[in-house]
Nanobody, 120 residues
């Protein structure tokens, strides 16, 4: 499975940004898809995930009610709509594929990351 993330950039606090990830490879629709982020000098955090069929989602407490994950199996894409952005959302964001959205440890395939910077 190959993953290509895009859509990062600079945005002001309170603004919105949408990340997109294109997935390709065999049986890509059999994988859960998710988004992780890694702020400078910190560990990678699992922020959102979606099941294979798209019917079940996971959000970390830090982004719940602000971020929404969208999966379109017809296009093999997974987007992350980010609203009400805060400076602490600044990070490199990675999309990933794994066997289940319920466990961050299940993610085995990773995209290259896209930088999101939120200015105060």
């Amino acid at each position: 499975v190959q993953l290509q993330a895009s859509g990062g950039g600079l945005v002001q606090s309170g603004g919105s940004l949408r990340l997109s990830c294109a997935a390709s490879g065999r049986f890509v629709n059999s994988y859960a898809l998710g988004w992780f982020r890694q702020p400078p000098g910190k560990e990678r955090e699992y922020v959102a995930g979606v099941s294979r069929g798209g019917g079940t989602t996971y959000y970390s407490d830090s982004v719940k009610d602000r971020f929404t994950i969208f999966r379109e199996n017809d296009n093999n894409t997974v987007d992350l709509q980010m609203n009400s952005l805060k400076p602490e959302d600044t990070a490199v964001y990675f999309c990933a594929a794994g066997t289940t959205y319920a466990s961050r440890r299940s993610y085995k395939y990773w995209g290259q990351g896209t930088l999101v910077t939120v200015s105060s």
